[in-house]
Nanobody
Framework: QVQLVESGGGLVQAGGSLRLSCAAA?????????MAWYRQAPGKARELVAM???????NYADSAKGRFTISKDNAKNTLYLQMNSLKPEDTAVYYC?????????WGQGTQVTVSS
């Protein structure tokens, strides 16, 4: 099992930027088949924002394309999500996720609030 800890959330004005971090407190992200960021807004289902494979291939939700960048630093055992040009509709709790074989791990989430 991999223990994931997110940080970097906060309150930002529309048009601003935030960088979320997801540190693996135990285990290794290097061994993960995929790592991803999801988000869940109030009253809505959790949705995929971006994912990156072990080989570094990244994929994004349409809402994130051109504004968000997912990356990982295996040496630091950390996953990142750089979010630019933030919009009020990006307001949500953002969760880090890793998949290694049959094991799926989630972080506790970090709140992102974008004011208009």
């Amino acid at each position: 099992q991999v223990q994931l800890v997110e940080s970097g959330g906060g309150l930002v004005q529309a048009g601003g930027s935030l960088r979320l971090s997801c540190a693996a407190a135990s285990g290794s992200i290097f061994r993960a088949n995929y790592m991803a960021w999801y988000r869940q807004a109030p009253g809505k289902a959790r949705e995929l924002v971006a994912m990156v494979s072990s080989s570094g291939f990244a994929n994004y939700a349409d809402s994130a394309k051109g504004r968000f960048t997912i990356s990982k630093d295996n040496a630091k055992n950390t996953l990142y999500l750089q979010m630019n040009s933030l919009k009020p509709e990006d307001t949500a709790v953002y969760y880090c996720n890793s998949v290694t074989g049959p094991n799926v791990n989630w972080g506790q989430g970090t709140q992102v609030t974008v004011s208009s």
